[in-house]
């Protein structure tokens, strides 16, 4: 468990106990009432793993694909290695918005290639 999760743990099992309410529970946690009761709910239904996050070990949802990963590292290394990171990022920010296709502002239009000149 995270540092985070063990916190939640620790504050949640003095609530329980009744040594504090909610009210300071959420204050501790930095949370609403609402998600504290929410939590709650978790540690009844399946103890102290219910406060471990469940996207642990899943891809990100923002994940790009493969295929697009794999072609901006290609056009990176083909013409853009002498650009600051910073550069680069701005250059291929549009493109990977995209969904890695080339638009009217893409990788290798003349606007792209020369600053939009």
């Given at each position: 468990m995270s540092q985070q999760e063990l916190k939640r743990v620790e504050v949640i099992a003095l609530r329980r106990s009744g040594r504090i309410d909610q009210a300071e529970a959420a204050r501790r946690l930095g949370l609403s009432v609402r998600q504290v009761r929410r939590l709650e709910a978790k540690v009844a239904a399946r103890g102290a793993a219910g406060l471990r996050s469940?996207?642990?070990?899943?891809?990100?949802?923002?994940?790009?694909?493969?295929?697009?990963?794999?072609?901006?590292?290609?056009?990176?290394?083909?013409?853009y290695l002498t650009l600051p990171r910073f550069h680069v990022h701005q250059k291929f920010g549009n493109f990977l918005m995209n969904g890695g296709r080339h638009g009217k502002e893409g990788i290798g239009s003349e606007s792209a290639v020369h600053g939009g000149v």
């Open positions: 469940t996207r642990r070990g899943r891809p990100s949802n923002r994940r790009l694909a493969a295929p697009v990963v794999a072609k901006v590292g290609a056009l990176i290394r083909a013409h």
